[in-house]
């Protein structure tokens, strides 16, 4: 289905695949700008809350999703991990944004990096493992320690392992289940960064400011802006994600998350939808990373992502977020919370963004 | 019954009388909360569309009110013309804030302006007025022009006419349906002023800077921050309204509407809830009054009232909203729109908020 070239009026429906909190804080988006949201899932969620209507039902369920279609203006999705086929099967009905192309792309971390290496970007050494046989070959090839992967579905560390030696392959190569996976070579990285983009449906792109992310046990545990990155550094990687976008004819907010090593940055993932390591956008700029993707999904005009303060956002991981009284009390610092029912270890509870007035804005 | 000591945890309920669009505003900061919430009103609207709960019913049917009460931690309300009885009868069952006491004062003028004059505020030359007699002898004393309005049930200008000749008394009586009414000295101000302040569950205080409100057609058209008063009489502002809080034993955020006037303040009108005069909190500061209603209501910490910026906040009335994709692509400036189907003249659709860097701030 071609894209409308008229935007969706205030008033109209934006449909939103997954119910995290990532959908969440997008319905808050929408509603701000007088949208009305519908959120679609095999589960209920945090966004099931804020939502104005929710259909509990799985992601292959064609005549749901039809009647879902038929009732939302454009459709966009919060996590990654959806069914490809979900999404082919909407984009016959009604807009999707990002599209299946993007989503393709992303989900499958040797496609990412071959993205990103056709691109012009430096990546981690990096090959395709589909057998007991390549593990043992490129292991001698890109050398130790390297960090296997499966290709599809990982996140927050899960669905990986590190080989620090030959004789550890067979294990590995077991753990993450003899599945399509990609080996890379480990990166002594100065430090990881990200960067947000938004890439409007005229192809117009926005980015904000470049984020240093800190990482506990697999988990991103504080952004900071800014990053510390030299300016040019920090330009590249600006540029990188403007080529990505490009590439993909993304609609929407996208992440391309980097190690920053020697003055340059390697593409290490790219995350199709809004990102945890955006979440400080929501009180140091005007319009936020959700805002911003829904403008993009409603081919309305991007917001400025221009920023007013220096910010760092720390996740209440599990039961961190029991001290949610202690922090609503802190000055300079605004607390978000998703709303879910159990502090179980290792799940995102919400945020704090603490700001400081801005001694690095251009 | 008494008002619990605990604050209602995350993943508690808020119960919202009112679907209009303050009720939807708070409905998005109770989400940011982690909160849930659950709208009542005789009539759907822009509220109902961010709400974890809808009821629809009329404010006088006891079944469907204890059945909403069975479903929320505490109540509260966007507009001050629900009937008493109903926040009474929910008193019974579960907190309500702001409660009866502060809703009974501020729904008839005559008892606003009396409580202001009890706690040393200045306001307008006033009377009761019961009769046309009344109105005569009143207009004879305090002179003309003079503006006689209900004492209950009006705003942005309904409700109430200017009497500049003693021969448009008995017209003015009959226009506003010979109900109990106010007479009011027509007061020559220099500007019109506004304080929101939020008094949280156990008594402290907060209020955010004086704002400036310019209306047209008795609406709110702009509000300006900082309002350009002398700090002086900023200060004596704000201390009419800590003692207007007090008075009321309020709970929640609220507003005193002044006439400057040669360096004073005349408390003009109080607002028993979040008001549009502090739509530009929403951008300008780390916590909205909105979110600090919910915080207030649900008995947590109040967050900090300082302002980032200097700020201006434009009503969208009407037709004005139709301008919403040239205003989303102004930098600078943040759209808020309500979600309204019908663009009815007189009828608020949204606000914009543009911030300039604080040359202001102390």
């Known amino acids: 289905m071609p894209l409308p070239s008229q935007p969706i009026p205030p008033g109209g429906t934006i449909g939103i695949l997954g119910s995290g909190q990532l959908g969440r804080m997008l319905a808050l988006a929408a509603g701000k700008l007088g949208l009305k949201t519908h959120v679609y899932c095999d589960a209920s969620g945090p966004a099931f809350d804020v939502a104005t209507a929710r259909t509990t039902a799985k992601f292959d369920h064609p005549e749901t999703l039809a009647a879902f279609a038929r009732t939302v203006d454009a459709v966009t999705y919060e996590f990654e991990n959806i069914p490809l086929a979900t999404v082919r099967f909407l984009e016959a009905l009604?807009?999707?944004?990002?599209?299946?192309?993007?989503?393709?792309?992303?989900?499958?971390?040797?496609?990412?990096?071959?993205?990103?290496?056709?691109?012009?970007?430096?990546?981690?050494?990096?090959?395709?493992?589909?057998?007991?046989?390549?593990?043992?070959?490129?292991?001698?090839?890109?050398?130790?320690?390297?960090?296997?992967?499966?290709?599809?579905?990982g996140y927050d560390g899960k669905g990986q392992v590190k080989i620090t030696a030959a004789s550890e392959a067979a294990a590995a190569w077991q753990a993450i289940g003899q599945q399509p996976a990609i080996i890379e070579g480990f990166v002594k990285f100065d430090c990881e960064v990200s960067v947000i983009a938004v890439r409007?449906?005229?192809?117009?792109?926005?980015?904000?400011?470049?984020?240093?992310?800190?990482?506990?046990?697999h988990i991103l545990h504080r952004s900071t802006v800014p990053a510390g990155l030299a300016p040019a550094t920090a330009a590249r990687a600006v540029d990188i994600a403007r080529r990505i976008g490009d590439a993909l004819d993304y609609i929407g907010v996208f992440a391309v998350e980097f190690f920053a090593v020697d003055g340059d940055v390697l593409v290490n993932e790219i995350a199709p939808r809004v990102h945890n390591s955006g979440h400080w956008t929501m009180d140091a700029c005007l319009v936020s990373q959700f805002e911003n993707h829904i403008r993009a999904v409603a081919g309305w005009p991007l917001g400025a992502t221009a920023r007013h303060?220096?910010?760092?956002?720390?996740?209440?991981?599990?039961?961190?977020?029991?001290?949610?009284?202690?922090?609503?009390?802190?000055?300079?610092?605004?607390?978000?919370?998703?709303?879910?029912?159990?502090?179980?270890?290792?799940?995102?509870?919400?945020?704090?963004?603490?700001?400081?007035?801005?001694?690095?804005?251009?």
């Not at 299946?100 to 071959?114: F, G, V, Y």
């Not at 409007?200 to 046990?217: F, I, K, P, Q």
């Not at 009390?329 to 502090?343: T, V």
């Open 94 to 153: 009604v807009p999707v944004r990002p599209g299946a192309k993007a989503l393709a792309c992303a989900q499958d971390r040797l496609n990412e990096k071959r993205l990103a290496r056709e691109l012009g970007a430096g990546t981690a050494d990096f090959a395709a493992i589909d057998s007991a046989e390549d593990l043992a070959a490129e292991l001698a090839r890109i050398g130790m320690p390297s960090v296997l992967k499966t290709r599809r579905f």
């Open 200 to 217: 409007g449906s005229d192809g117009t792109y926005a980015a904000y400011d470049v984020t240093l992310n800190e990482h506990r046990e």
């Open 309 to 362: 303060a220096d910010a760092e956002m720390i996740n209440l991981i599990g039961p961190e977020a029991a001290e949610w009284r202690k922090i609503a009390s802190e000055p300079g610092a605004s607390l978000h919370l998703y709303g879910k029912r159990e502090a179980r270890a290792g799940r995102k509870m919400g945020h704090i963004n603490r700001l400081r007035p801005a001694r690095s804005l251009k």
